[in-house]
């Protein structure tokens, strides 16, 4: 999804690369394609589609990703929020931050 762009430069997403196994988990659950596997281990291919959603962390069995240190709320729940405060009435400017 390289068109989706939150803010450029901002998103706290780190890869330990010496830790990645290859396992492909963090590829298959992104929503915005950030992560590529090749030769084995993952890259970090686009850092500024990150949302911060905190799947790929969440998802990853030896703890080689870190998106925030908010254990992967980052500012997606604000958005997340917004768009269902539109369609709710109810709103919320809370992101958990």
């Known amino acids: 999804m390289r068109t989706f762009r939150y ?24 929503p915005h394609r950030v992560f590529k596997v090749t030769g084995g281990k993952a890259d970090i291919k686009d ?4 949302m911060e959603c905190g799947a790929c962390a969440r998802n990853c069995p030896v703890d080689a990703i870190y998106v ?3 254990d992967g709320c980052g500012c997606a729940i604000y958005i997340l929020n917004s768009w269902l405060g539109k369609i709710t009435g109810k709103r919320s400017s809370d992101c958990g931050c």
Do not use: F, H, Q, Y
């Not at 803010?7 to 992104?30: H, P, S």
């Not at 850092?47 to 990150?50: E, I, L, N, Y």
């Open 7 to 30: 803010l450029d430069n901002v998103a706290i997403l780190t890869l330990a690369r010496e830790k990645c196994i290859g396992c492909g988990n963090c590829e298959m659950v992104c």
């Open 68 to 70: 925030n240190p908010d």
């Open 47 to 50: 850092p500024d589609g990150c």
